[in-house]
């Protein structure tokens, strides 16, 4: 059974950036990276009013789906943070190099901050399950759309996404996000709630 609550519990929070990480520091690796200093921003900045997690009945963590709106996002942070991390040369250029991918949210709209399933958990609908709870979010705070932005190779990402009812609105290719992130595409989806 996969228990789904808003928040990431304490003792949760090294497992939540490590899903974190593994789910995204193939794009972020350059940016974020050694790994020991992106884990350590990634806890720093993790923001537990903007999570929803999945745990199995033993209360080891399967997933979390991070969320933005006006007023923050899951993993965020601000240069401050950065400097803390790696130091204020670090913090600048990481800070310039992530400000390719910072998007403004349409009013009404709610953004996918990162899904991230742990890999023993992943094809038992776990993803599903975050979606759908963070639509349920999304619809009682007054929300009308879930935003998310899918790296356009991820065909397994993509395939969940068409399935839950999400839609391609716009297509993006950019060569600096090749040349910094690793990746050349990516489409953003929304689902009307």
């Given at each position: 059974?996969?228990?789904?609550?808003?928040?990431?519990?304490?003792?949760?929070?090294?497992?939540a950036a490590r899903?974190?990480?593994?789910?995204?520091?193939?794009?972020?690796?350059?940016?974020?990276?050694?790994?020991?200093?992106?884990?350590?921003?990634?806890?720093?900045?993790?923001?537990?009013?903007?999570?929803?997690?999945?745990?199995?009945?033993?209360?080891?963590?399967?997933?979390?789906?991070?969320?933005?709106?006006?007023?923050?996002s899951f993993v965020?942070?601000?240069?401050?943070?950065?400097?803390?991390?790696?130091?204020?040369?670090?913090?600048?250029w990481r800070g310039?190099?992530?400000?390719?991918?910072?998007?403004?949210?349409?009013?009404?709209?709610?953004?996918?901050?990162?899904?991230?399933?742990?890999?023993?958990?992943?094809?038992?609908?776990?993803?599903?399950?975050?979606?759908?709870?963070?639509?349920?979010?999304?619809?009682?705070?007054?929300?009308?759309?879930?935003?998310?932005?899918?790296?356009?190779?991820?065909?397994?990402?993509?395939?969940?996404?068409?399935?839950?009812?999400?839609?391609?609105?716009?297509?993006?290719?950019?060569?600096?996000?090749?040349?910094?992130?690793?990746?050349?595409?990516?489409?953003?989806?929304?689902?009307?709630?």
């Amino acid at each position: 059974m996969v228990l789904i609550r808003h928040g990431v519990a304490t003792a949760q929070r090294a497992q939540a950036a490590r899903l974190y990480w593994q789910a995204f520091g193939g794009k972020l690796g350059t940016v974020m990276g050694p790994e020991p200093k992106a884990m350590a921003f990634i806890e720093r900045v993790m923001a537990p009013d903007h999570v929803i997690s999945a745990s199995d009945e033993a209360g080891a963590l399967l997933g979390v789906i991070g969320y933005r709106t006006a007023r923050g996002s899951f993993v965020g942070g601000r240069m401050s943070d950065l400097v803390a991390v790696y130091g204020r040369f670090g913090a600048w250029w990481r800070g310039h190099a992530l400000g390719v991918l910072a998007e403004d949210l349409e009013p009404g709209t709610i953004s996918v901050d990162g899904l991230a399933v742990a890999e023993a958990a992943r094809g038992a609908g776990v993803g599903a399950a975050l979606v759908e709870a963070l639509s349920r979010e999304a619809t009682m705070r007054g929300f009308a759309r879930l935003r998310l932005d899918v790296i356009g190779e991820n065909l397994r990402a993509r395939a969940l996404y068409d399935r839950l009812g999400f839609e391609v609105t716009a297509r993006c290719e950019s060569r600096l996000k090749a040349l910094i992130f690793g990746y050349r595409s990516s489409l953003t989806m929304v689902r009307h709630l």
